[in-house]
């Protein structure tokens, strides 16, 4: 078994130039959740000369939408969103410092090359496991886009959110470097 790599936010370039494509991470602190609706807010909000409703710069956003939560939960099931819905909004956010993303998935060009060129760090949450996820959930509190619904922005405390990096600031992509390893092995 692989030891896993504890890291606590706010994200540091010495923590992300540690981290290697491959690497199980289990991430404590505060992280935020935001998806498609919300990124398109936040980058509006940029476009119009805005403040954003939360200080990005060294922060880790969550590509989720949690389900209701029931009665004595923090919040209900979080399982990942597919990445690439983001992409066209991430690097603007990475220009303004954001450092990590949690989702699911591949992330196109342009984003590779801003996660390089930002020094930061995309990670894989496992789908389907929502429930087990929302486990590591300590606190939530919408503070932002609360008409949303479940995509409004969330802060959450997090205590061992397990994730694998799947792109490391090198641009290191393992989905990418798997691949090749099972072309070899045919």
């Known amino acids: 078994m692989t030891n896993k790599i504890h890291i606590t936010t706010p994200l540091t370039d010495e923590i992300i130039s540690n981290l290697k494509s491959g690497d199980e991470v289990l991430i ?21 000369g805005e403040s954003l409703p939360f200080d990005i710069k060294n922060t880790i956003i969550y590509y989720v939408g949690p389900s209701p939560k029931k009665p004595g ?9 597919t990445s690439y819905r983001m992409d066209a909004y991430t690097p603007t ?24 060129k930002n020094h930061a760090v995309y990670f894989a949450a496992i789908g389907g496991v929502g429930t087990l996820i929302s486990s590591t959930i300590k606190s939530s509190e919408v503070i932002a886009y609360e008409e949303l619904g479940p995509e409004a922005v969330h802060k959450l405390t997090v205590e061992n959110f397990p994730a694998i990096v799947v792109l490391d600031s090198g641009g290191n992509d393992l989905y990418t470097i798997e691949r090749e390893k099972y072309k070899k092995n045919e």
Do not use: F, Q, W
């Not at 450092?99 to 992330?107: A, L, T, Y």
């Open 28 to 48: 404590s602190g505060t992280i935020y959740t935001a998806r498609d609706a919300a990124h398109k807010k936040l980058v509006d909000s940029i476009n119009s």
């Open 73 to 81: 939960n923090v919040i209900g099931s979080a399982g990942p969103t």
């Open 93 to 116: 956010l990475l220009d303004l410092g954001l450092k990590g993303m949690i989702g699911k998935g591949s992330r196109n060009k342009n984003v590779v090359e801003s996660i390089k």
